[in-house]
Every structure is written in C-alpha cells, then in structure tokens.
C-alpha cells in the first residue's frame, strides 16, 4: 500500500536568523515612512513593499496583512518607549524625583523617533483593534513593577504607591499625551508641554509623599 503523502504545514517565517531579522526590521521602517508620507490612506502592502526593498511575496512570508504590520510596529515601538521608561526610573540621567519624571514624560512623548503622523495612524489603528487597552496596561504595570523600587530603601525619594494610585498616575500620563497625538496638537514635543505634564506628575507624588509623612500609618496597599 502506498502511504499517502502528507502536505507540509506553512508556517509564518519568525524572524531567528540575522537576516530575517533585518528583513522584518526593514518592512517596520517602510511602513513607518509610509505611514509619516501619507498617514493610513497612503498605507498599503505593496507601498510599504517597494519601500523596504523586497517583493509583497517575501512580506507576506513575515506579516499576514496590514494589521499585522501595524500591530507588529506598535509593539516595536511600546518596547523601545519601556526601556527608555526603565532608565528613567533607574534614575541613569538624573536620580532626582522631578529629573526621573521628566525623563519618562520625554521618552512616552519622543517615542517613534518624532514621527508625528506615523504615530498617530499606528495608535489608531491599535485603538480599532481593541488592544489600545491593553498596551497601556502593559506601560502602567511595568512603571507600577520597575518604580517600586523608588519607594524603598533606608532614605526614599517618595512614599510607595497604591494600586489605585499607580492608575490615576499612569491613565493622566499616558492619556493626557494620547489625546495630543490623536487631535495633533502642535505643542506636542514642545518643552512647555512636558514642563506641564512634569508639574502634574511631580505635584501628584509630592502630595502622596506629605500625607504619607502626616499619617505614617496609613496602608497604601
């Protein structure tokens, strides 16, 4: 009898080897130059093909469609932003309270290298497919796990935060700078729109530290 032979399972190629990694890497920076040109209208498969250097077959291997290219560029952009945020609240550039801040408000405002209207079509997109959500739990837990540090120690910088307030804290962070990006608001990466955000944040922290200070009791759990 003949054993019947069996079809081999397509897989989506993963990006392991140094190539494929680059070819993935490439495909995520045409699109971002396309999306910056011509916002989502002028996004298509074959436009961010020509613009990576390799034929729609060879992007098709690395991503299913345009929502994968979208979604795969929100993640690549969210994991820069967190490691720029991890820094910050590492205290690499300035250990102060205001510098760690203000650290994190540059790097969640500058993220996707100052590309303004690719940034926008990505977080639009993002926000169409339900996972908007989720990315923002994703910032607010990493500040809520990477912070809680800064609360400890013989001499803290300031009191450690309840969960409650690890919310209020990251939704006026990430959804004040959100609704600029979404209504473009030209003051955008202006340094007066970080000074007002730093004020907000700073003026937050201090007033949980003094109640902490009158009211050493307090649970914050």
Same mark, same amino acid.
């Given at each position: 009898?003949v054993?019947?032979?069996?079809?081999?399972?397509?897989?989506?190629?993963? #990006?392991?080897?140094?190539?494929? +990694?680059?070819?993935?890497?490439?495909?995520?920076?045409?699109?971002?130059? %396309?999306?910056?040109? =011509?916002?989502?209208?002028?996004?298509?498969?074959?436009?961010?093909a020509?613009?990576? =250097?390799?034929?729609?077959?060879?992007?098709?291997q690395y991503?299913?469609?345009?929502?994968?290219?979208l979604?795969?560029?929100?993640?690549?952009?969210?994991?820069?932003?967190?490691?720029?945020?991890?820094r910050?609240?590492?205290?690499?550039?300035? #250990?102060?309270?205001?510098?760690r801040?203000?650290?994190?408000?540059?790097a969640?405002?500058?993220a996707?290298?100052?590309? #303004?209207?690719?940034?926008k079509?990505?977080?639009q997109?993002?926000?169409?497919?339900?996972?908007?959500?989720g990315?923002?739990?994703?910032v607010?837990?990493?500040? +809520?796990?990477a912070?809680a540090?800064?609360?400890?120690? #013989?001499?803290?910088?300031l009191?450690?935060l309840?969960?409650?307030?690890v919310?209020?804290?990251?939704?006026?962070?990430?959804g004040t %700078?959100?609704?600029?990006?979404?209504?473009?608001?030209p003051?955008?990466?202006?340094?007066?729109?970080?000074?007002?955000?730093?004020?907000?944040?700073?003026?937050?922290?201090?007033?949980?530290?003094?109640?902490s200070?009158?009211?050493?009791?307090?649970?914050?759990?």
């Amino acid at each position: 009898m003949v054993a019947r032979r069996q079809v081999p399972e397509i897989k989506r190629r993963t #990006p392991r080897q140094a190539r494929a +990694a680059h070819t993935s890497a490439a495909i995520l920076e045409g699109a971002a130059q %396309i999306l910056e040109a =011509g916002g989502l209208a002028a996004f298509t498969t074959n436009a961010v093909a020509a613009r990576a =250097g390799v034929s729609i077959g060879t992007l098709y291997q690395y991503y299913a469609n345009k929502t994968a290219i979208l979604l795969a560029l929100a993640e690549q952009e969210q994991q820069a932003a967190l490691a720029a945020v991890g820094r910050a609240l590492r205290g690499e550039s300035d #250990p102060s309270v205001e510098g760690r801040v203000r650290a994190i408000v540059r790097a969640v405002v500058h993220a996707f290298r100052g590309r #303004p209207r690719a940034r926008k079509a990505v977080l639009q997109a993002v926000l169409s497919q339900g996972v908007g959500f989720g990315m923002m739990m994703s910032v607010a837990s990493f500040i +809520a796990a990477a912070g809680a540090g800064v609360g400890q120690g #013989p001499k803290p910088l300031l009191a450690p935060l309840a969960p409650e307030q690890v919310f209020v804290l990251s939704r006026a962070l990430m959804g004040t %700078i959100r609704a600029a990006v979404l209504e473009e608001q030209p003051f955008l990466t202006s340094r007066g729109f970080e000074d007002e955000i730093v004020r907000l944040i700073v003026a937050y922290l201090d007033a949980i530290t003094q109640s902490s200070v009158r009211d050493p009791d307090r649970t914050t759990a």
